[in-house]
């Protein structure tokens, strides 16, 4: 499965090369990438608050029973994306962190599928629908679905930045880093300028221990101080915390005024110790 997901992104990114015009189907980004501003503990997991796969409905009762029919299309001549648009409403009321009977969110599921479905056979090339459904395999943790879903849609729209940032996100679900770096450098091709993908990309690099290149990405949308201080969260996050500590003493002596690092380092302070030298190199890194 590794090989063929690889495979594909090998195949399909590599026609990703013109700006397209966004799309607002995933314009919802809960993303899970450092926050210098968030309190240490508040992280949400790694392998999912990007695309839904850590978000674990507390399953109990519920106040009103929610309908789960399907819009009859003989009755509706509903154009695809207005299909799509119902669909990925369910689909997020079925993820909803509220509670929910599993039941409910399963026939959730289901109706949200189907207009996916119904919406690509009005429209084969629905970018809302191939993504809708790309979403919702990834939500499922059906990797090979997925996968197939954002395949479709390179080919249709190798030219959309939405899609392969699309495809980034599900990768980190699946705690694919290098997918979710190869899709996200497609992106970067489209808009090379996009101050998201740039931090994203640079995370991605982290989380596969590649951090003296995570660090230079991140320098194109960020102080040296301000790098260091988001690698510094980025190792405490994956249990690294002395090389953590160590990048975010050298935030501050980049930059005594960085209140972020300066916070995140009086924190640490009441469980760690700090290194003494706060030049201390990263392990099996040069910087």
Not at 67 to 77: E, L, Q
Not at 226 to 245: I, K, S
């Amino acid at each position: 499965m590794e090989g063929r997901l690889r495979s594909l992104l090998v195949a399909g990114l590599a026609a990703v090369a013109l700006p397209s015009v966004g799309c607002k189907f995933f314009q919802k980004d809960d993303t899970t990438l450092p926050n210098a501003t968030m309190p240490i503990g508040t992280q949400q997991a790694s392998n999912g608050g990007w695309f839904g796969g850590n978000k674990k409905p507390a399953y109990g009762p519920v106040q009103e029973q929610i309908p789960v029919r399907v819009v009859s299309s003989a009755k509706r001549d509903f154009k695809p994306d207005t299909f799509s648009a119902f669909a990925d409403a369910e689909l997020e009321m079925a993820y909803d962190e509220t509670s929910r009977p599993e039941q409910d969110r399963d026939a959730l599921i289901d109706v949200s599928r189907k207009k996916f479905q119904e919406a690509l056979k009005r429209d084969p090339k629905s970018k809302l629908a191939l993504l809708g459904l790309g979403k919702l395999y990834t939500w499922a943790g059906d990797r090979e679905r997925a996968t197939q879903m954002f395949s479709e849609a390179i080919k249709a729209h190798p030219t959309d930045k939405d899609v392969p940032w699309a495809l980034s996100r599900s990768c980190v679900k699946f705690e694919d880093w290098a997918g979710a770096s190869t899709a996200c450098d497609a992106a970067l091709k489209l808009d090379p300028e996009n101050r998201t993908y740039m931090k994203a990309k640079g995370y991605f690099l982290a989380r596969q221990d590649k951090w003296d290149v995570a660090f230079d990405t991140l320098l194109n949308v960020m102080n040296e101080s301000e790098a260091r201080a988001f690698l510094g969260r980025t190792l405490v996050g994956v249990g690294r915390t002395q090389d953590g500590l160590a990048q975010l003493q050298m935030a501050v002596k980049a930059n005594p005024n960085n209140e972020n690092a300066q916070n995140l380092l009086a924190q640490l302070q009441e469980s760690q110790t700090l290194p003494t030298n706060p030049d201390v190199q990263l392990t099996g890194g040069t910087r």
